[in-house]
């Protein structure tokens, strides 16, 4: 009989089973959106923000958006970070974290993204700046409003959890258009319980 590591078995039984589970998960995130996330999108401080960067950015080009995202992949392992913590030290990032925070562990990262897939605001430090290129704002900004998108179940590195990401897009009250996007990471496993 040979012998074989029970860690390697589970993982491997893991990677087998999500498949059917990224499917399960649609029905607790839309509930989850209904129950909570919804208001967030409504609430003044996060309009607000999105109306001041949306003006702000307003005629950025696309290499000013590539430039600003470099500049901040590379405050990511650097020491002095001044656009990271201007992001971070924002009012909208610190009601982010403390929406994250109250989620006791169900939420893994909180970010706001302008009409150009910007960060806004946001409870942790992303890996980029720029969200544009891929599906979560695609799939939530640019399909208008009522559009959710849900993300599929990966596993973090660094705390070996199975979360998703669910993108929504953010409308203005007084105009009804959608004037940027919303990422809510999830613990996958908190989640279905």
Same mark, same amino acid.
């Given at each position: 009989?040979?012998?074989?590591?029970?860690?390697?078995?589970?993982?491997?039984?893991?990677?087998?089973?999500?498949?059917?589970?990224?499917?399960?998960?649609?029905?607790?995130?839309?509930?989850?959106?209904?129950?909570?996330?919804?208001?967030?999108?409504?609430?003044?401080?996060?309009?607000?923000?999105?109306?001041?960067?949306?003006?702000?950015?307003?005629?950025?080009? $696309?290499? !000013?958006?590539?430039?600003?995202?470099?500049?901040?992949? #590379?405050?990511? &392992? @650097?020491?002095?970070?001044?656009? %990271?913590?201007?992001?971070?030290?924002?009012?909208?990032?610190?009601?982010?974290?403390?929406?994250?925070?109250?989620?006791?562990?169900?939420?893994?990262?909180?970010?706001?993204?302008?009409?150009?897939?910007?960060?806004?605001?946001?409870?942790?430090?992303?890996?980029?700046?720029? $969200?544009? !290129?891929?599906?979560?704002?695609?799939?939530?900004?640019? #399909?208008?409003? &009522? @559009?959710?998108?849900?993300?599929? %179940?990966?596993?973090?590195?660094?705390?070996?959890?199975?979360?998703?990401?669910?993108?929504?897009?953010?409308?203005?009250?007084?105009?009804?258009?959608?004037?940027?996007?919303?990422?809510?990471?999830?613990?996958?496993?908190?989640?279905?319980?």
């Amino acid at each position: 009989m040979s012998k074989y590591c029970p860690h390697l078995v589970a993982l491997a039984l893991a990677f087998f089973a999500f498949p059917v589970a990224a499917q399960d998960i649609a029905g607790p995130a839309r509930a989850l959106v209904e129950a909570e996330i919804k208001g967030w999108l409504e609430d003044p401080l996060v309009i607000d923000a999105l109306k001041a960067q949306n003006a702000k950015h307003a005629s950025l080009t $696309q290499a !000013d958006i590539d430039a600003m995202d470099q500049q901040w992949r #590379a405050e990511t &392992g @650097a020491s002095s970070r001044p656009m %990271i913590d201007a992001v971070l030290g924002s009012p909208l990032s610190h009601h982010l974290a403390t929406l994250r925070e109250n989620g006791q562990g169900l939420y893994t990262e909180i970010f706001v993204m302008d009409n150009k897939g910007l960060n806004v605001g946001q409870s942790d430090v992303s890996s980029d700046y720029w $969200q544009g !290129d891929e599906a979560k704002w695609k799939k939530s900004y640019l #399909a208008g409003p &009522g @559009a959710i998108h849900i993300g599929e %179940i990966e596993q973090d590195e660094s705390t070996q959890m199975f979360q998703s990401q669910i993108s929504l897009p953010v409308v203005d009250p007084a105009t009804n258009a959608v004037i940027g996007a919303m990422t809510v990471g999830v613990n996958v496993d908190l989640l279905t319980q």
